[in-house]
């Protein structure tokens, strides 16, 4: 159980476009979603948290205008990466938990390459 | 400023030696402390957290409050354990996790 999935799994646009990663949450209610950015060789970094019905929470340094967040159903949070630059390419990981938990369950990520 | 520190980038252990990974928080309040793995070309899954104290696949984590350290241990690593490791608190009130920069570990036959 507690299976996230992530879609697409890699994807190449050109600059200037924007790209959309959806984040599922298969066999629970995702209470709360977080989406990570990791580089080569580095640690996660939290971009934002996303509750469902309500507005994404960035951290400090994340442009909201940048990367879009959207969590509109208890299963389902996207990421919009807007006019998207080559320093955009990374790897984005989605997680989920429900209420209740302190556990996050973890997407397999996307691998973003912006040409 | 909440920080955590893994000081070991990478570990080298041989097969059946023991194993140790070093963590230290500086939090405000009480978090919630959990280790996290990464296999080779696997997603990120939850190794062990603090709350539970269970001893998953023979890793365990001793929480010292005074030394605020979270340092994960196997008596016996095997070739298997080789892995990417997170440790990684998490405050009560926001459920976010922090990440340490994580410490690569190879076991060798």
């Known amino acids: 159980g507690a299976v996230v999935s992530q879609h697409p799994s890699r994807v190449i646009c050109k600059s200037g476009t924007s790209v959309k990663i959806e984040c599922r949450s298969l066999?629970?209610?995702?209470?709360?979603m977080f989406w990570y950015r990791q580089f080569p060789k580095q640690s996660l970094m939290l971009m934002a948290t996303?509750?469902?019905?309500?507005?994404?929470?960035?951290e400090q340094g994340v442009e909201k205008d940048k990367f879009l967040i959207n969590h509109a159903s208890l299963t389902l949070s996207t990421l919009t990466v807007t006019s998207a630059h080559p320093e955009d390419s990374s790897f984005y990981i989605c997680s989920a938990r429900w209420r209740g938990t302190y556990e996050q369950y973890f997407g397999p990520g996307t691998r973003l390459t912006v040409t | 400023a909440q920080r955590v520190t893994q000081p070991e980038k990478l570990l080298s252990v041989f097969k059946g030696a023991p194993v140790e990974l070093k963590c230290n928080y500086s939090?405000?309040?009480?978090?919630?402390l959990f280790w996290y793995v990464q296999y080779s070309r696997q997603r990120l899954q939850l190794l062990l957290r603090h709350i539970s104290r269970e001893s998953i696949k023979g890793f365990t984590a001793d929480l010292n409050k005074g030394e605020t350290s979270f340092h994960l241990k196997k008596p016996f690593a095997q070739e298997e354990d080789s892995a990417m490791y997170y440790c990684?608190?998490?405050?009560?009130?926001?459920?976010?996790?922090?990440f340490g920069a994580g410490t690569t570990v190879t076991v060798r036959a």
């Open positions: 996303s509750n469902e019905g309500s507005k994404a929470t960035y």
């Open positions: 939090y405000s309040g009480s978090p919630e």
């Open positions: 066999d629970f209610q995702a209470t709360t």
């Open positions: 990684a608190p998490s405050c009560s009130n926001d459920y976010k996790l922090s």
